[in-house]
């Protein structure tokens, strides 16, 4: 019954001699993005139109916010991969 306890011990030193063993160094992003996108917020004074224009001109504007985030993400995505894949395959 206590031979699988010695099983996990053994498991367990094997892989903290293995993480020991690498060498990695993590790489900071090189900049923090400052604002992502200017804030589209219309004042009193360009509101012209009628309310479904204003709701139109959000709805483009928040479409944009959203395709920016997501080729953000994209790339901070691609750059890790690129990053880690050198070392998960050694």
Not at 13 to 18: K, V
Not at 58 to 75: C, G, I, L, N, Y
Request: charged share 40%; proline share 3%; aromatic share 6%.
């Amino acid at each position: 019954m206590h031979d699988w306890k010695n099983e996990l011990d053994a498991l367990v030193a094997e892989t903290m001699a293995f993480t020991k063993s690498l060498k990695l160094e993590i790489q900071l992003p090189r900049s923090l993005p400052k604002e992502a996108v200017e804030r589209g917020d219309l004042s009193a004074s360009e509101y012209d139109g009628s309310e479904r224009e204003e709701i139109k001109k959000r709805v483009e504007s928040f479409k944009a916010h959203q395709k920016h985030f997501t080729r953000e993400r994209e790339e901070y995505a691609n750059s890790q991969l690129r990053r880690i894949r050198p070392i998960t395959r050694a």
